[in-house]
């Protein structure tokens, strides 16, 4: 794919007029899905795509188009002729866009971790197989997602990584059941079959009675997937430059009046420890690190290149969404083995789910627990909760009523595939809390 | 160029129980004004075909971006591939289903028309609506934005069914936030998701009220500066249709998908608190509801001829005076279920497989005028536009958020106020129903972008809706 994607720019780059410029950025993917339902399959297929963006620019004023390719340079040489020729037109009747910020300086890169995986058909023979007299339901994906950037200054990006996603639930009564994943560029059988038994094991748990609790504030646990569905709401214009600069972000405060997190709470776009290209779509590089909340404090925040145009500052390569692709969530020094026992007695939350702001100016969220949730009595669980909704602020969560993160963190893959595979990821502790405010 | 690839698809097809081709073409335009800048203008061309086999009881599929010969026939190879791994391990005996083979023809409103105005016109458009925004120092960003898509579709099986259908996309959108202290607030036209999109032309702008919508919703977001918060407690609410939609998407349609009700959602989406020994008798709400699948409004943002199964579409009620009669279930899920469905297998494009999907789903105008329903409220607030929410992973407990709040005290809508939510039970909201408006109160609007499925999947939902009132609901504000 990597030689297709250096033909098309080659192509690309012999079109040009004039002082015209192009920049393009390439998906594309190679994919099995697997659905699974009751331990059978539901749906199984194959997903071969590739989409090009490609931008013409004519000093400050540009254009651009996403045209699906079929990975054959003869059939898609025309369609890249006839999309360049739309785009010329188009930009004689566009203003000069005051916003506009080119990468020029030339840096180009290769990442490439080629397949080392079985045929996906023998995976899913070993996840059935293992699943037998579970009530396993999930999605299993897998295969090369590949990533280009190429520019007329002769800027070339390429990042090409085969993978495998197993997202997967066991269900035991009604609602009850245990989330877990695995995920790499290695598949072993016994690892996923040591997973699979570990989540049995929790869903035994999970076949007691359930408890409900009345609305009201609680000493809780959220494990490190509970926790990320609070951070990545970081990700709907909080860590975002543009919201914090046109205050909607919900850390505006942060920013403006001083609020501070907790001091064992250190957060980092840490592109050089994630799985999403290393590059943006403007040919823009990631630092290796962005931090965005150092010892409780605003450090920073994600800056895309029209951002910094706009208002007169840096770009740090941040996406056009300003979104976190690799979060970092620093440890603390609790012991996720001690965690129940400095628990006490409260909620053991290993998910919630639905997350979203009830109150912005103040950071407030609102979602609900799922799966694995378990009402704890000194140090011991002694039963799954029924569902509970929660409406809290992260500037108190993640405040004066976090005790402590866990020293051990855990990668979690994300697994929100619309339209093509997810390559973002976090990595990230598990969080003691002293309250949760439960409203329902 | 979908003859050439109907006949080269009827040549390659394998002898097998049963063989489809789904494809997609789509051209899209994306315009946008943010704070009187033009945003870098985007055009989109999307072009690729799915194969779905069913034999020997299993089914597989494979989409490609390749329609040559060559792509074609690997992607059929790999389909048959997945068909048969999945034989005497699939959730249901493919063998078992009988899919329809029919032919037809559907173009959606303004489908066949050449594109809207030109680009320049639109942009100006924008351009005049996002200058009118820029009334005071206090609006600190504001932004119109314009989508259109022109999407053209053909579902062949390799015994017969042949089925085209067109349709156009237009997607409206302007929101503003004003800004004062502490205190930061947005409104929008129709949702900061455009809900005002539509099939059609030009007319779905006109339908908006887009022309002029500048100055007025940035004169609301002022108003929400300086508006109080919406008060707390047990109250009458009055929802208006652009909050409607979200209600009845989110604790009405999501809850009635069959296949989350036969668990096929359990690991991402989630499942229902409804179970399939409802349908028939349980009560859903009040005897005033009255809820229908309906694709045949050609204006609404999800009407078609036939699903992405082949199945023909056709108005239906899913609730009717209260009692829930049938789920949102294609040809799939209602052999798996033994139990009537409708027409709603989808796909949001070529490289996903349909899935059970809510299409337009829609609330029957009642007999209530707006100004009857204030009238009945002694104390309560009326809400209107979602910014908010939540909801749990049965489709129960939920807690939405609204851009718009005004009091309505004795019989008589009062001030302005800000940051307006409310929580409930959907088993037993939808039953504290007091009142659903006539037809002078009903809207027809949509979703741009539902998620579900595994892989993930975006599509188009439509939701029309009257006013309704509710009573002793539990209202609350900011803090």
Known sequence: MQDYFHRLASLLDGLLRGREQYKCWLAGEASDFVRFNRSAIRQAG?????????????????????????????????????????????????????????????????????????????????????????????????GPVYHGFANSLGQRNWHEKASFHLDW??????????????????????EFRARLALAAERLALMKRDPISIAPGAYRAYLAPAALHEILGMLNWGGVSEKALRTRQSPLRRMREEGVQLHRAVSLTEAAAAGLAPAFQEDGFIKPDRVALFEQGRLAGSLVSPRTAKEYGIETNGADADEAMASLDLAPGDLPMAQALAALDTGIFIGNLWYANFSDRANCCLTGMTRFATFWV?????????????????????????????????????????YGARCTRSALLPGALVSEFRFVL | ???????????????????????????????????????????????????????????????????????????????????????????????????????????????????????????????????????NARIVDWQAWLQ???????????????????????????????????????????????????????????????????????????????????????????????????????????????????????????TSFVTLDMFGHY????????????????????????????????????????????????????????????????????????????????????????????????RGVLMETNVSWSIDDSRNKFQFGCEYGRLIEDGELKGLVKNPNYRGISATFWCSLKAVGDDSTFQVLGVPYCGKGEPPQAVHVGHASPACLFGNVDVFGGQ
């Open chain 1, 46 to 142: 194959h997903v071969r795509q590739f989409h090009l963006t490609l931008s013409l620019l004519d000093g400050l004023r540009h254009a651009k188009s996403t045209m699906t390719l079929s990975g054959r340079i003869e059939d898609d040489h025309p369609l890249l002729e006839r999309t360049l020729s739309s785009l010329r037109a188009q930009l004689a009747d566009l203003p000069e866009d005051p916003h506009l910020l080119i990468a020029t300086q030339v840096q180009s890169s290769e990442h490439v971790a080629a397949s080392c995986l079985p045929d996906s058909s023998a995976m899913i023979d070993e996840v059935l197989a293992a699943a037998q007299g579970h009530d396993l339901v999930g999605i299993f994906a897998a």
């Open chain 1, 169 to 190: 639930s066991l269900y035991g009564n009604g609602d009850k059941a245990v989330k877990s994943a695995y995920a790499g560029r290695e598949w072993k059988g016994d």
């Open chain 1, 377 to 417: 009595e000194k140090g011991e669980i002694k039963a799954p909760l029924n569902v509970m909704r929660f409406d809290d602020s992260l500037f108190r969560l993640l405040g004066d009523k976090l005790e402590g993160l866990t020293c051990e963190r855990e990668l979690l893959i994300g697994s929100e595939s």
């Open chain 2, 1 to 135: 160029m979908s003859d050439s690839i109907r006949s080269l698809f009827l040549r390659l097809a394998p002898a097998v129980d049963f063989c489809s081709l789904r494809l997609v073409e789509e051209s899209s335009e994306y315009l946008a004004v943010r704070q009187d800048v033009l945003q870098p203008p985007s055009t989109g061309i999307e072009r690729g075909a799915m194969i779905t086999i069913m034999d020997g009881g299993g089914c597989g599929y494979a989409a490609t971006s390749d329609l040559s010969e060559a792509g074609l026939k690997e992607a059929i190879a790999r389909a048959r591939h997945w068909a048969q791994a999945g034989a005497g391990r699939s959730v249901v005996d493919y063998s078992t289903l009988a899919l329809p083979r029919q032919s037809g023809v559907y173009a959606g409103p303004a489908a066949q028309e050449a594109s809207p105005l030109p680009r320049k016109n639109l942009i100006e458009l924008l351009m005049r609506e996002s200058r009118a925004c820029r009334i």
């Open chain 2, 148 to 270: 259109v898509i022109d999407s053209s579709q053909r579902y062949l099986t390799a015994d017969g069914a042949d089925i085209s259908q067109q349709f156009r996309y237009f997607t409206p959108g302007l929101a503003v936030t004003a800004n004062q202290g502490a205190d930061t607030q947005t409104r929008s036209l129709g949702g900061q998701y455009s809900g005002y999109c539509r099939q059609g032309g030009m007319e779905v702008l006109e339908h908006a009220g887009f022309e002029g919508a500048g100055r007025r919703v940035a004169e609301q977001a002022l108003e929400l500066l300086a508006a109080p918060n919406c008060p707390s407690g047990s109250m009458d609410l009055l929802l208006m249709p652009e909050q409607m939609m979200l209600q009845i998407h989110e604790s009405i349609g999501h809850p009635l998908e069959l296949d989350r009700i036969l668990g096929d959602e359990r690991n991402f989406a989630g």
């Open chain 2, 283 to 378: 009560r859903y709400g009040s005897e005033l509801l009255n809820v229908t699948y309906d694709p045949t409004r050609p204006e609404q943002f999800a009407s078609y001829g036939w699903d992405d199964e082949g199945c023909a579409a056709g108005k239906a009620y899913l609730i009717r005076d209260g009692i829930l009669e049938r789920p949102l279930g294609g040809a799939i899920s209602q052999a798996r279920a033994g139990i009537e469905g409708v027409a709603n297998s989808r796909a949001c494009s070529w490289n996903r497989p349909p899935i059970d999907r809510m299409a337009n789903l829609n609330i029957e105008p009642g007999a209530s005028s707006l100004e009857g329903m204030i009238k009945s409220v002694e």
